[in-house]
Nanobody, 125 residues
Framework: VQLQASGGGLVQAGGSLKISCAAS????????MAWFRQAPGKEREFVAG???????SYADSVKGRFTISRDNAENTLYLQMNTLKPEDTGVYYC????????????????????WGQGTLVTVSS
């Protein structure tokens, strides 16, 4: 199983960027997928997650600005990021879990079985 994240780059504050995560080796259409990020010198944190047949969940810091979505036919996860801020800078990792989880666990890194290599997003002020 591989998760390949892509689409990161340098963007000015207030700009937008869309990153993708292509899964191969198995389908996660009935599972849970999420984005985490890690800023320099900080711990990895939850950004957004989406369970199968359920509403997405977001960290408070990105609500109203980021949108997570998935294309089950393409086995791909997306994160549309708008109104980017310098504090959004970091390496963004996609994660996936085979089965369902309870909503309260979606932001816990330890529940995910697979991780991508990360894509760097840099927001300049």
């Amino acid at each position: 199983v591989q998760l390949q994240a892509s689409g990161g780059g340098l963007v000015q504050a207030g700009g937008s960027l869309k990153i993708s995560c292509a899964a191969s080796g198995r389908t996660f259409s009935s599972g849970t997928m999420a984005w985490f990020r890690q800023a320099p010198g900080k711990e990895r944190e939850f950004v957004a997650g989406i369970r199968s047949w359920s509403y997405p969940s977001y960290a408070d810091s990105v609500k109203g600005r980021f949108t997570i979505s998935r294309d089950n036919a393409e086995n791909t996860l997306y994160l549309q990021m708008n109104t980017l801020k310098p504090e959004d800078t970091g390496v963004y990792y996609c994660a996936a879990r085979n089965g369902r989880i309870v909503a309260s666990s979606i932001d816990r890194a330890e529940v995910y079985d697979y991780w991508g290599q990360g894509t760097l997003v840099t927001v300049s002020s």
